[in-house]
């Protein structure tokens, strides 16, 4: 069952112990923003799928992050998310990929259950069901001797 979330309120996200950021609800408009992003138009056609899903997660978090916890300077000082910083944020490997997998992949999830290619809850059968179904063995009657 899907559940909708009719607040779309902003959730804090924890991408590694002490960072966290708060994240706009990931929308179809916001979804569809980060698509028609310059960064993302940008990306040259012979470019790597990781090269693109870089610059859709930059893309993204630029329009998504609102505010965060635990990132600083190169002095230790608290600084505010902006372009460059959510940038320089998203050039950390691990925080990349906790982006992806907490944020960005909830929606890719949602995309890939309507195309009805929804990876399974667990494992890679979990959520499949039988199709095939054994062939009848032709009744057999008793012979009376």
């Not at 138009?41 to 635990?70: N, Q």
Request: zero cysteines.
């Amino acid at each position: 069952m899907l559940t909708l979330d009719l607040t779309n309120a902003p959730r804090w996200h924890d991408l590694a112990p002490g960072v966290r950021v708060q994240l706009r609800p990931l929308t179809t408009a916001l979804m569809v923003a980060t698509r028609s992003d310059p960064a993302v138009e940008a990306v040259p056609e012979e470019a790597s799928d990781e090269e693109r899903a870089v610059a859709f997660a930059k893309a993204l978090a630029r329009r998504a992050v609102l505010a965060w916890e635990g990132i600083g300077d190169a002095d230790g000082k608290p600084i505010d998310p902006s372009p460059e910083a959510i940038d320089a944020l998203l050039d950390v490997w691990p925080i990349f990929e906790a982006f992806q997998l907490t944020y960005v992949s909830k929606g890719l999830l949602l995309e890939q259950e309507k195309n009805a290619s929804a990876l399974s809850p667990n494992g890679p059968s979990a959520g499949a069901s039988a199709t095939a179904k054994p062939a009848r063995k032709p009744a057999r009657t008793a012979r009376r001797g």
